[in-house]
């Protein structure tokens, strides 16, 4: 399979998400207001059915290089190994020595895209977040990528609801906007938006 480069380029902001998911409606319509606001977002394969043929190591670059991370977790997230692999990155990368603790604050959104941040955190069997089903990956792995998952679903985050009223979801948009400007200016913004509530560690 060909790997497609990029020319380096600064970007804003990293979207993580599952193509089939969100691609067309909640990315989509995210990534043109960023755009429409001078904030240069990076989508893995953009326009494509899935981000497979985009180089592992511009996504990584990618991922290192942006400000501010939103990661869409939807029903269907942890079925793709790129999706988890990118979350362990940006986890790792939040985690870094070389990132102080200002410039960590508000950089990973988390999206809960019909999805509830305890399926997140726990991955139990009944639940889309089974990583035992996750084809051709290994204990190590899964262990990783747990661990990154449970990380992410204890930060406070935007909930997405498909089937709730239509201004609900852009209301939703509008303050990961919001946030992702703040972020920038390395701001914490204050809670006047959608937001699921931080989960108490057990």
Request: proline share 4%.
């Amino acid at each position: 399979m060909m790997l497609i480069s990029r020319k380096e380029v600064a970007y804003d902001v990293f979207i993580c998400h599952w193509h089939p998911d969100t691609q067309l409606n909640a990315v989509s319509v995210l990534r043109g207001i960023l755009l429409s606001r001078g904030i240069t977002p990076f989508v893995v394969g953009y326009g494509k059915s899935d981000g497979e043929t985009e180089s592992i190591s511009n996504v990584v670059n990618a991922i290192k290089g942006s400000k501010v991370h939103v990661i869409f977790l939807s029903p269907n997230f942890a079925s793709s190994k790129r999706c988890l692999e990118e979350v362990v990155h940006i986890m790792t990368t939040q985690d870094s020595p070389s990132r102080s603790n200002a410039s960590r604050k508000g950089t990973v959104l988390p999206i809960f895209y019909d999805v509830e941040p305890s399926t997140v955190r726990y991955q139990k069997a009944d639940k889309g977040y089974d990583l035992s089903k996750v084809r051709g990956s290994s204990e190590e792995q899964r262990e990783r990528w747990a661990s990154a998952l449970r990380q992410l679903s204890v930060l406070r985050g935007f909930e997405y609801k498909t089937n709730s009223e239509y201004h609900f979801q852009w209301e939703t948009l509008y303050y990961i906007v919001k946030n992702v400007e703040a972020s920038m200016k390395r701001v914490i913004p204050c809670n006047d938006g959608p937001y699921v509530e931080k989960i108490n560690q057990v």
